[in-house]
């Protein structure tokens, strides 16, 4: 199998991808960070999929992506102390990891948490709301190898694991989310990308790192 490219600016790209995911199928697409590969969340075959053509642990839980801050409640709660993060940095480069809800399955976060952010992507963001609001998205590349910025970059990956690829352009961030654990208090800065730990800071008050 070789994976479809199909072109953003094309008229059925949005429609491809919806097709592909609905089948069970694996896509990547850009978002403003890195490319990411996705899986509808509630699949779990397909989700199970995702961790193989990955090579990901099983270890790893496996990020979820929402169109719109107003989605998160179907899949964590934030603590209110918390909520200036998400008002003040999405969309945009901030992964939260926050109690997840019955609803997210097992095969995408078998503990108690679940990462989420809200790209800073009108592509993204709409593919994400057109595919129902929440999609698992993780970037999309071979675990343990560079995270691809570019169409070209997840083929030579990935071209061979999934079923197609959005082309959006070379990805405007090129470095992964920030990635802040805020079921501590203070909340961990598990890692460093996108937003930087001082604007954590000047918005929680005080922050871990590991």
Not at 155 to 180: F, T, W, Y
Request: proline share 9%; charged share 20%.
């Amino acid at each position: 199998m070789k994976a479809e490219i199909v072109h953003a600016g094309s008229e059925n790209a949005l429609h491809r991808a919806l097709e592909v995911l609905r089948a069970g199928g694996l896509i990547a697409f850009p978002t403003d960070t890195v490319y990411g590969v996705a899986a509808l969340p509630w699949d779990v075959d397909a989700v199970a999929r995702l961790y193989v053509a990955k090579q990901r642990p099983k270890s790893l839980p496996i990020p979820l992506l929402l169109s719109d801050a107003d989605r998160l409640s179907r899949v964590a709660s934030l603590a209110p102390e918390f909520a200036p993060l998400a008002e003040r940095f999405w969309p945009g480069g901030l992964t939260l990891v926050l109690p997840k809800t019955e609803a997210v399955p097992d095969e995408v976060s078998l503990g108690p948490t679940v990462a989420v952010r809200v790209p800073d992507l009108p592509l993204a963001r709409d593919l994400i709301r057109q595919a129902g609001g929440v999609l698992a998205v993780t970037s999309a590349n071979i675990s343990g190898r560079p995270s691809p910025v570019t169409a070209g970059e997840v083929e030579a990956q990935l071209g061979k694991r999934i079923a197609l690829i959005v082309d959006g352009g070379p990805c405007r961030g090129g470095v992964p989310s920030s990635l802040l654990d805020c079921t501590a208090s203070p909340p961990v800065l598990l890692r460093r990308g996108a937003i930087s730990e001082e604007a954590l800071r000047a918005v929680v008050g005080s922050t871990k790192s590991v």
